[in-house]
């Protein structure tokens, strides 16, 4: 299995664009995490996903960003309108089951100028 | 206060000495994670666990359910282990990961 994989890896945007994140969980993964890094605040737990239906999305910030699961082979991420802050790493996750171990895609570098 | 204290923030060492890197919390957990994440950016996980000690190769983790505690060490380090090192928690109440802020280790050849 080639993992999670996420696109773009490095996306530059101007504010008040749409950005659009996309993830594709490992096969037979039931489980889909979006996080986001920063250097001010660390990791931090977006929204999951638990066979494709949004189960906890407290860690979204504000209005501006929805996250969608069609079907469970892939994931967006929006952001619109885009600000400067949202500029982070985000990173797409996926795992079998509850207490298992979740798998890291290679994450999308963000930066709104 | 975070409710995922990592020790020490940075780390250097020479290559062949034996590395300790700690997490408390503050939570009552189900399982506790290290992560990897390597200057490229990528996250690979360490160990899931949630009693006792678990090894990989060089590296031991052990957790301390009682003293709300939890040790990463890595013997013989090696320059390829210079990364940051993340624990994370799953909160036992809301199932939730909340991360530390992570240890940035430097192992100078």
């Known amino acids: 299995d080639a993992g999670v994989i996420q696109s773009p890896r490095h996306e530059v945007t101007e504010m008040g664009q749409e950005v659009t994140l996309r993830c594709k969980p490992i096969s037979g993964h039931n489980s889909l995490f979006w996080y986001r890094q920063t250097m001010m605040r660390g990791l931090e737990l977006l929204i999951y996903f638990n066979n494709n239906v949004p189960i906890d999305d407290s860690g979204m910030p504000e209005d501006r960003f929805s996250a969608k699961m069609p079907n469970a082979s892939f994931s967006t991420l929006k952001i619109q309108p885009s600000e400067p802050r949202d500029s982070a790493v985000y990173f797409c996750?996926?795992?079998?089951?509850?207490?298992?171990?979740?798998?890291f895609g290679q994450g999308t570098r963000l930066t709104v100028v | 206060k975070n409710e995922v204290e990592q020790s020490p923030q940075n780390l250097t060492a020479q290559e062949g000495e034996f590395i300790t890197i700690n997490c408390s919390y503050s939570v009552g957990i189900s399982a506790l994670h290290w992560l990897q994440q390597h200057p490229g950016g990528g996250i690979v996980s360490l160990f899931m666990l949630s009693s006792g000690k678990k090894k990989h190769g060089r590296l031991i983790a052990t957790i301390n359910i009682q003293e709300k505690h939890s040790s990463l060490h890595i013997t013989a380090s090696h320059p390829r282990d210079s990364a940051v090192y993340i624990c994370?928690?799953?909160?036992?109440?809301?199932?939730?990961?909340?991360f530390g802020t992570g240890t940035l280790l430097a192992v100078q050849p």
């Open positions: 996750a996926s795992r079998r089951g509850v207490n298992t171990e979740a798998f």
């Open positions: 994370a928690v799953r909160d036992g109440a809301t199932n939730k990961l909340i």
